[in-house]
C-alpha cells in the first residue's frame, strides 16, 4: 500500500505564495497519476488540481488556473503545488491524492491513496 504524507501548509496572507509537498513512502511508487484535493469548513472535496504520471497531461480547477501549479519530481517520489496569488478562499485542508493509473482523473472515488492532508489558511 502506497502511503502518502502532505507538507508545507502555512497561514499565509493573501496574495502570498505557498508549496505545498506530497512525498509517497518506498523507493518507488510506479506509474501512478496523482492530484491535489482540498475541502473547506461546510464544503465537499474538490480536486484542485492533477497530473499524469508522466508530467505531461495536467488538470487545474478553474478557480486556481493560472494561480497554482502542480508538478512531480518521480525519481524523488514527490509531488507539488505551488500556490501564488493566495486568496482567502483558498483555505481548506489540502489532500494529496494517487491512482493505479497513468491518466487523472476528476472524480475522488478514482484515486486509491491519500494523504492525511495539510492545513492551508489565508489570512486577508
Known amino acids: 500500500q502506497v502511503q502518502l504524507v502532505e507538507s508545507g501548509g502555512e497561514l499565509v496572507q493573501a496574495g502570498g505564495s505557498l508549496r505545498l509537498s506530497c512525498a509517497a513512502s518506498g523507493r518507488t511508487i510506479g506509474s501512478v497519476a496523482m492530484g491535489w484535493f482540498r475541502q473547506a469548513p461546510g464544503k465537499e472535496r474538490e480536486l484542485v488540481a492533477a497530473?499524469?504520471?508522466?508530467?505531461?497531461?495536467?488538470y487545474y480547477a478553474g478557480s486556481v488556473k493560472g494561480r497554482f501549479t502542480i508538478s512531480r519530481h518521480n525519481a524523488k517520489n514527490t509531488m507539488y503545488l505551488q500556490m501564488n496569488s493566495l486568496r482567502p478562499e483558498d483555505t481548506a485542508v489540502y489532500y494529496c491524492?494517487?491512482?493505479?493509473?497513468?491518466?487523472?482523473?476528476?472524480?475522488?472515488?478514482?484515486?486509491?491513496?491519500w494523504g492525511q492532508g495539510t492545513q492551508v489558511t489565508v489570512s486577508s
Open positions: 497530473i499524469s504520471w508522466s508530467g505531461t497531461s495536467t
Open positions: 491524492a494517487a491512482r493505479k493509473f497513468s491518466a487523472w482523473s476528476i472524480y475522488t472515488n478514482a484515486y486509491d491513496y
